[in-house]
Each structure stands twice: as structure tokens, then as C-alpha cells.
């Protein structure tokens, strides 16, 4: 239809325009209405953030606990090596990104 087409095209051209007429069309909470994990299926608020917060810890590794055998990273055939980057250096990279929060 001529709609599709029209919010497919917005979509491409400026996205932000999509995500907005999304937001002010739910209004709702961010956190989904149901949500199932493994074997178990979550209903409430609650029960939803408790078993993201669980799974999450469950597969969070500590980067103070990690170690690396040398600074090279490989990724099949893809070679990256990395010399020195400090928590700072991300930290002073992540304040030059644009604040802007997605849908």
C-alpha cells in the first residue's frame, strides 16, 4: 500500500521520525509485556527485570578478571591488534558520541 511505502521510505530518509510517531503511538513502558527465558515465562514488571538482571550475570565476564595471552584479537581471518587503550581513552571516546537515546 501507499502507506507502507511512505513510513518504508521515512524510515530510510530520517528514522527519527519513525522511532517518534512508535513512541507517542505506545506510551507505554519499555520493558515488554511478557518475555521468556529458557523454560520459564516472565508476566509482571518485576519478574521481567529480575530475570534480565539474572541472565546478564550469568554471562557478564569481568574485565578485571580476564586475561589475555598477547594484545592480538582474531576474529577468523580478521587480524586486530591492539597496543594500548585505557579505561580513560574509552571514557574520553564515549563523551565525544552523541547523547542520543534509541527506541
Known amino acids: 500500500s501507499v502507506y507502507v511505502r511512505e513510513v518504508e521510505l521515512s524510515v530510510s530518509l530520517d528514522p ?24 520459564s515465562s516472565f508476566d509482571s514488571s518485576q519478574s521481567i527485570v529480575t530475570a534480565f538482571a539474572e541472565f546478564f550475570s550469568s554471562v557478564f565476564l569481568d574485565s578485571d578478571n580476564q586475561s589475555f595471552d598477547n594484545d592480538t584479537v582474531s576474529f ?8 594500548t587503550i585505557s579505561e580513560k ?15
Open 16 to 39: 527519527n521520525k519513525f522511532w517518534g510517531f512508535i513512541n507517542n503511538k505506545n506510551k507505554r513502558s519499555r520493558i515488554p509485556g511478557r518475555m521468556q527465558l529458557n523454560d
Open 89 to 103: 581513552d574509552i571514557i574520553m571516546a564515549s563523551k565525544k558520541l552523541k547523547n542520543k537515546m534509541t527506541a
Open 76 to 83: 577468523s581471518n580478521l587480524h586486530i591488534i591492539i597496543n
